[in-house]
């Protein structure tokens, strides 16, 4: 028999912290919840981890493999607005730019229109007199007094981090790091310069993902720290890897110095939990549905891959209003996130209509049902009352709930409504499902995708209770309940590949393009590509290049991706970019534009490792398991509860068939087969619930 090979995951949610544990030479895996601890993260993750190790009978020092970590640390820390005292210089005379942003109003005939407060306030951005053109020729350079000036100036306000964005910069970053080097040396804080963050024109997102960047230098950088000395003195014997937005992990060394990256990294570990899925399944199209304690996201993976952007906006004032975030140039799965957890509020507005979310209760003080002081309404709370969850089951039975202070909770609502609390109760869940389809669906439009007949695969703690509601909105007739749905984003890390997105501007007509100059940025890109996965243990015959543009018509002020092929060298004519980038600019706009030029705007590398191969294995019942209880479960408002069969999923053998409505639980979530539904034990132990046809 083999010796074990255990690998570790952690995920850090707004709401609950998830730890995963896999044997990958037997298949075995372990799993375990504990709620978050905000004010200081690394006592859930010890919680977590403590408890899976013991629950599996495993020392630390048995972890050899690198221990894999996903974090909303980043995108927390820029919506509540609790980031490092930054510093950022920039150019004499833009100052002012992160306040101006690109001048585009998101709502036209809004006169108050908002939009949030930049990471970095005006009084803390120094200018110094400097200047690079376009073409990269440097015409200024910064003198020394003007660094000891800027120096001096930034100590006076106390900063933490410093990020350095200059004109121009991702043409020639020689300025840029004169200043950084000197600012390191004189200040002896972190700093951080655009040519590294984010080399590529348009001064407002350069500036707003570098200003981003350095204010959770201070956020991440000390956590790290902490979780890799705590690692050490427990005797794991593992390096740390950083869940990236694009789906990739990176050492903790790069993932300190360029922390933006991290902004999706939870959701992003969920949609390579559901790319590997879809693969293993078979299944063309799947919609990952990830609904957590504080949050819901939706994914579209097609072909056994999800969607990438190269910009993605973080801390709208508006979750629905683009432009109403901060647009950081980081690349990123594109999926779209709401807030609609199990700890989202409800509320009555002005006008006397229920609303559900975006605030959240969070970890602290959580539901009402938790009985840690939290009085207002959350899903959680209706989701108990209509009798969906059962009290004294919630995480197996170690966090029983309190069904009396979720019905008290509710009764606000109600009384406001004039209406019981069970219709109440009913009613929040049904608008937190069209909550999350109308953004599924805007999710799909968005791609040009239509989501009728696919499939949705289920994960989060929240997401399968709600999943098969939701299904039926979006007249999706198949809904997968994976093995271990509630921590599936912490799975998703080990099976996602060391890789990071590179990307550098450099305008320049395909037609004429200078080979050696095109071959010079490519060749520093890949230096750049070997470093970064050197650093998370990859060597470097096992890495792979990926290369792609982002091209216009000349004249025209946005561009499109398209990507060109693999290899260690640039893999396209002429000929053939104009090709693809024609293909690709029919199926956006539905035609091209003849006899106009093309030009290349940024180029793109992806450096890359294959994943690490698992076959996680799961034991199941066997035969057809019997109810183990009944209780009534309220599915449709307006209507009563119903005797509901209740499932324990450890028990249920494979192929055993179940007509809904049925309740399923296992320690960590609860599967809702709402009826009109039936349930079927798949081989590898996931549920598959199918709408009956009417």
Sequence with gaps: MAAPDWRLAVDIGGTFTDVVLLDAASGRVVV??????????????????????????VAPADIVAPIVHATTLITNALIEGKVGRAGLVTTAGFGDTLLIRDEHRYDMYDLQIEFPEPPVPRERIVEIDERTSAKGEVEAAPSREQLDRIAAELSSLGVESVGVTLINSY????????????????????????????????????????????????????????????????????????????GGVVSVEDAARTPIRLVESGPAAGALAGSWFARRMGEQRLMCFDMGGTTAKSCLIVDGEPELTNTFEVARIYRFKKGSGFPVSVPSVDLVEIGAGGGSQAWVDDLGLLKVGPESTGAVPGPACYGRGGTKPAVTDTDLVLGMLDASFFLGGDMPLDLGAAESAIGGVASSL???????????????????????????????????????????????????????????????????ASVLSAFGTLV???????ARSMVRPIDGIDESERDRLLDELRAEGRRVLASAGVSSSEV?????????????????????????????????????????????????????????VTWRLSAFAPARDVNPQTTFGSGAASP?????????????????????????????????????????????????????????????????AR
């Design 32 to 57: 375990d919840k504990t709620l978050t601890t905000p004010a200081a993260p690394l006592e859930g993750v010890r919680t977590g981890v403590r408890q899976l190790l013991a629950k599996a009978g």
């Design 171 to 246: 043409a020639n970053p020689a300025n840029e790091r004169a200043v950084a080097d000197h600012l390191r040396s004189a200040l002896g804080v972190p700093v951080c310069v655009s040519s590294e963050v984010s080399p590529q024109i348009r001064e407002y997102p350069r500036m707003i993902t570098t200003a981003c960047n350095a204010s959770t230098m201070p956020v991440i950088g000390p956590y790290l720290e902490e979780l890799t000395r705590w690692l050490k003195s427990e005797g794991f014997g593992g390096s740390v890897l950083m869940m990236l937005s694009n």
């Design 418 to 484: 004039g209406l019981a609390v069970g219709e109440t109760a009913a009613g929040v869940h049904e608008l937190v499902n069209q909550n999350m389809a109308a953004s599924s669906r805007m999710h799909a439009v968005e791609l040009g995708a239509d989501l009728r007949g696919v499939t949705l695969l289920a994960f989060g703690g929240a997401g399968p209770v709600h999943a098969c509601g939701v299904a039926e909105m979006l007249e999706s007739p198949r809904v997968i309940f994976p093995v271990n």
């Design 496 to 502: 996602s590949p060391v890789r990071i997105d590179l």
């Design 628 to 692: 183990h209880a009944t209780r009534p479960v309220r599915f449709v408002r307006g209507s009563d509860a119903v005797p509901t069969p209740v499932y324990r999923r450890q028990e249920m053998g494979v192929g055993q068939v179940v007509d809904g409505p049925v309740i399923v639980e296992e320690r960590e979530t609860t599967c809702v087969i709402r009826p009109g539904w039936t349930v079927t034990v798949a081989p590898d132990g996931s549920l598959i619930a199918e709408r009956s």
């Design 544 to 600: 792979r290049f990926r290369y792609g543009v982002d091209s216009r018509y000349v004249g025209q002020g946005n561009e499109i991706t398209v990507w060109l092929g693999e290899g260690d060298r640039w893999p396209a004519s002429a000929d053939v970019v104009r090709k693809v980038f024609e293909e690709e600019y029919r199926r956006v706009y539905g035609l091209t534009i003849p006899d106009m030029g093309i030009e290349v």
